[in-house]
């Protein structure tokens, strides 16, 4: 009815259609989750959250133990053809002289310690590296960062790598270390790197990881004012 109110695509007040079929369901396969990790790293690129460095992933849905993640190169390249999946000790299955990411581990080791998380985004945001490396914790300022915990929590390497290290994750007792920091929060700081962000499918993840960075600039232009 003309000017009828909506919700969810049904009229409010009509009798529901007993064929009707949600709107724009998304199947959730191997493949539909690779297409979407191809558009997050594009968007992550394009957001600034990722650099050249950066990486996202999606576990898998036929073997949750396995995860798909690009060849390394640069985000904003990748394509269908440079996914590659991982198993449960981050080796590639299928490599095919493909080079891969050093820090694969980041995304091997969360996904093992936290069962429910689908998908991992790591980045190398300079917006959020302040909160790693002094005593001001990030914490949730907007409302589109609601799902970060009061003070977001940080991962120093030096704990479970020594003053050596490189500040890289690249191996899984460093991955499972971070893991471990990542605890129950959707969001990891990682001193002097970046961060690592998960969540229940990739496009939280992508969600959540633009937001954290949007947060932490608007934290860095408050407390140019006074204390948030």
Not at 66 to 94: C, K, M, W
């Amino acid at each position: 009815a003309c000017g009828a109110l909506l919700a969810g695509g049904v009229v409010r007040g009509a009798p529901a259609s007993p064929q009707a079929a949600a709107p724009n369901v998304v199947p959730d396969t191997d493949e539909q989750r690779i297409a979407d990790l191809v558009t997050a790293n594009h968007i992550l690129f394009d957001q600034g959250v990722v650099d050249a460095y950066g990486h996202v992933s999606v576990r898998s849905v036929k073997n949750p133990a396995h995860y798909y993640l690009s060849r390394s190169q640069a985000p904003g390249l990748v394509t269908r053809e440079d996914i590659i999946e991982f198993d449960a000790d981050s080796n590639a299955i299928d490599q095919r002289g493909r080079p891969i990411y050093s820090e694969r581990f980041i995304h091997g080791e969360i996904l093992r310690a936290h069962p429910d998380a689908q998908a991992v985004v790591h980045g190398h945001s300079p917006a959020v590296i302040p909160f790693s490396v002094t005593s001001v914790p990030l914490r949730p300022l907007i409302h589109m960062a609601g799902f970060l915990p009061q003070t977001v929590p940080v991962f120093e390497i030096r704990q479970a790598s020594g003053p050596d290290n490189g500040m890289l994750v690249q191996d899984r007792a460093t991955g499972a270390a971070l893991a471990k920091a990542l605890g129950s929060a959707p969001v990891v700081l990682m001193r002097g790197h970046g961060m690592a962000v998960v969540g229940p499918s990739v496009r939280h993840a992508v969600y959540r990881a633009i937001y954290t960075q949007l947060n932490a600039q608007v934290q860095l232009e408050s407390m140019k004012l006074g204390t948030p």
